[in-house]
C-alpha cells in the first residue's frame, strides 16, 4: 500500500553548481538551518534525527528509524520532501507486500501492442518504507540495488531512480511477531540507524496544541508546506563536505574502530568496508556542520553511534549475556587509540 505526493522527478543530469569562498563554507550549515526551518514548521523536536538526515542527504546515504509508532516519522518524511521541493512516497511493510508492489512491474498495451514500464513507488525522492521488517525477505531485498546503486533491474532493463533519492526506512524495535529481520546485507546499506523515542513532555504538549483540532491534522496530513530549498544548494554542501580535510591519523583511527570490530571476541561480523566509508563520509559532514574545515576525533565519535552498532552482529556467547550492539560499540571506542 502506497502513498505519494507531488511529480516524479527523472534520473537526468543536474546543473552543476560550484561554489568558492564563503558561500561554499558555509553552504552545509545554510542547508541545515533552511531544512530545519522548514521542517519545525510541521514537526515539533526531532532535532537528532533532523541532523542525520541533513547529514544522508548530503552524504547520499539512507537512514534507518528505531522507534514506537505514532511519533510522526511519516510526517517527517512528508515534511523534509517537501521542503526539499521533491516527491514523496510511502510503503506500508506487510507480509503480502511483493518486489513488484516496490520496483514497478511491465504490463501489456495492448493499444500500442507491446509492453509498458509501470513505474512503482521506488521512483521517488524521499521513499518511507514504514516498518520494513514487516515486509518478506524477498521484497526487502527489490530495495538493494536500489538503495546501493540508485537503480533499479526489471526484466533485464535498468532504470535510472531521481538524483536526490534518499530511503527512510522504520521499525518498531519493541514488536517481533509477524517481522522478518533484516539481513546483514540490507542493515549494510544503511548509511546510520537512529533511534526515536517518545518525546519530552514540553515537545508532546506542544504536538497537541498545534495539532488539537481536527482541521489543523488534516491540514498537515494531507499535505505539509511546500519548500523551496534548490537542488543546488545540496550540491554545494556536498561540495563543502568534500572540502573538509581528512588527517591520515583520522584514517587510521576509523579502520583501527573497523578492524577492532572484526577481532573482538563477541562479535561474530564487524564493520564492512563500506561501513568504514560511511564512517568517514558521515564525520565529514558533521565536521562541516559546525564549520570546521577538517575533521577532528570528537566528529567520528559523534557519528559512531548512528554507523556501526546497526553494522555489528553480535556472537551467540554475547546474545546469551544480553549484550547490545550499542554496548560493544562503546567498547570498541575504548579499545582503539585516539589519535593526538
Given at each position: 500500500?502506497t502513498?505519494s505526493?507531488?511529480t516524479?522527478?527523472?534520473?537526468?543530469?543536474?546543473p552543476?553548481?560550484?561554489?568558492?569562498?564563503?558561500e561554499?563554507r558555509?553552504?552545509l550549515?545554510?542547508?541545515e538551518n533552511?531544512?530545519e526551518?522548514r521542517?519545525?514548521g510541521t514537526?515539533?523536536?526531532?532535532r537528532e534525527?533532523i541532523?542525520a538526515l541533513v547529514?544522508?542527504?548530503?552524504a547520499?546515504?539512507?537512514?534507518?528509524?528505531?522507534?514506537p509508532?505514532?511519533?510522526?516519522?511519516t510526517?517527517?518524511?512528508?515534511?523534509?520532501a517537501a521542503?526539499?521541493?521533491?516527491?514523496?512516497t510511502?510503503i506500508?511493510g506487510t507480509?503480502?507486500?511483493?518486489?513488484?508492489d516496490?520496483?514497478?512491474?511491465?504490463v501489456?498495451?495492448?493499444?500500442a501492442?507491446?509492453f509498458?514500464?509501470?513505474p512503482?513507488?521506488?521512483f521517488?525522492d524521499v521513499?518511507?518504507?514504514?516498518?520494513?521488517?514487516?515486509?518478506?525477505?524477498k521484497t526487502q531485498?527489490?530495495?538493494?540495488?536500489?538503495?546501493?546503486?540508485r537503480?533499479?533491474t526489471?526484466d533485464r532493463?535498468?532504470?535510472?531512480?531521481?538524483p536526490?533519492f534518499?530511503?527512510i526506512a522504520?521499525?518498531n524495535?519493541?514488536?517481533?511477531e509477524g517481522?522478518?529481520p533484516?539481513p546483514?546485507s540490507?542493515?549494510d546499506?544503511?548509511m546510520?540507524?537512529v533511534?526515536m523515542?517518545?518525546?519530552r513532555a514540553d515537545?508532546?504538549t506542544?504536538?497537541l496544541e498545534r495539532?488539537?483540532?481536527?482541521?489543523?491534522a488534516?491540514?498537515?496530513?494531507?499535505?505539509p508546506p511546500p519548500?523551496?530549498?534548490?537542488?543546488?544548494?545540496?550540491?554545494?554542501?556536498?561540495q563543502c563536505?568534500?572540502?573538509?580535510h581528512?588527517?591520515?591519523?583520522?584514517l587510521?583511527?576509523?579502520?583501527?574502530?573497523?578492524r577492532?570490530s572484526?577481532?573482538?571476541a563477541?562479535?561474530?561480523l564487524?564493520?564492512?568496508t563500506?561501513?568504514a566509508?560511511a564512517?568517514?563520509l558521515a564525520?565529514?559532514?558533521?565536521?562541516g556542520l559546525?564549520g570546521?574545515?577538517?575533521?577532528?576525533p570528537?566528529d567520528i565519535?559523534?557519528?559512531?553511534?548512528?554507523?556501526?552498532p546497526?553494522r555489528?552482529?553480535?556472537?551467540?556467547?554475547a546474545?546469551?549475556?544480553?549484550?547490545?550492539?550499542?554496548?560493544?560499540?562503546?567498547?570498541?571506542?575504548?579499545?582503539?587509540?585516539?589519535p593526538?
Amino acid at each position: 500500500m502506497t502513498e505519494s505526493s507531488g511529480t516524479i522527478l527523472d534520473g537526468g543530469s543536474r546543473p552543476e553548481t560550484r561554489g568558492t569562498g564563503t558561500e561554499s563554507r558555509n553552504a552545509l550549515q545554510d542547508l541545515e538551518n533552511r531544512i530545519e526551518e522548514r521542517l519545525h514548521g510541521t514537526v515539533v523536536g526531532l532535532r537528532e534525527l533532523i541532523r542525520a538526515l541533513v547529514i544522508a542527504i548530503v552524504a547520499r546515504g539512507h537512514v534507518l528509524v528505531e522507534g514506537p509508532p505514532g511519533l510522526g516519522k511519516t510526517l517527517l518524511g512528508k515534511s523534509l520532501a517537501a521542503a526539499l521541493s521533491g516527491r514523496f512516497t510511502r510503503i506500508q511493510g506487510t507480509a503480502d507486500l511483493m518486489p513488484a508492489d516496490i520496483t514497478g512491474v511491465h504490463v501489456f498495451d495492448e493499444t500500442a501492442h507491446k509492453f509498458v514500464f509501470h513505474p512503482g513507488p521506488v521512483f521517488t525522492d524521499v521513499l518511507l518504507v514504514d516498518e520494513i521488517n514487516r515486509a518478506g525477505p524477498k521484497t526487502q531485498s527489490a530495495l538493494l540495488e536500489a538503495m546501493a546503486e540508485r537503480q533499479v533491474t526489471i526484466d533485464r532493463k535498468t532504470y535510472r531512480l531521481p538524483p536526490a533519492f534518499l530511503v527512510i526506512a522504520t521499525q518498531n524495535p519493541h514488536e517481533f511477531e509477524g517481522t522478518f529481520p533484516l539481513p546483514e546485507s540490507q542493515l549494510d546499506r544503511f548509511m546510520m540507524r537512529v533511534g526515536m523515542d517518545f518525546p519530552r513532555a514540553d515537545e508532546e504538549t506542544a504536538v497537541l496544541e498545534r495539532y488539537g483540532t481536527i482541521a489543523a491534522a488534516a491540514a498537515v496530513a494531507n499535505k505539509p508546506p511546500p519548500g523551496d530549498i534548490p537542488v543546488e544548494q545540496i550540491e554545494l554542501a556536498r561540495q563543502c563536505a568534500d572540502a573538509v580535510h581528512v588527517s591520515p591519523e583520522l584514517l587510521t583511527y576509523i579502520l583501527g574502530i573497523a578492524r577492532a570490530s572484526r577481532e573482538h571476541a563477541q562479535i561474530a561480523l564487524g564493520l564492512s568496508t563500506r561501513g568504514a566509508l560511511a564512517l568517514l563520509l558521515a564525520a565529514r559532514v558533521a565536521a562541516g556542520l559546525r564549520g570546521s574545515e577538517f575533521v577532528t576525533p570528537d566528529d567520528i565519535k559523534l557519528v559512531v553511534p548512528w554507523v556501526v552498532p546497526h553494522r555489528l552482529t553480535l556472537s551467540s556467547e554475547a546474545a546469551l549475556e544480553g549484550r547490545t550492539d550499542r554496548e560493544l560499540t562503546r567498547a570498541l571506542l575504548e579499545r582503539v587509540p585516539v589519535p593526538r
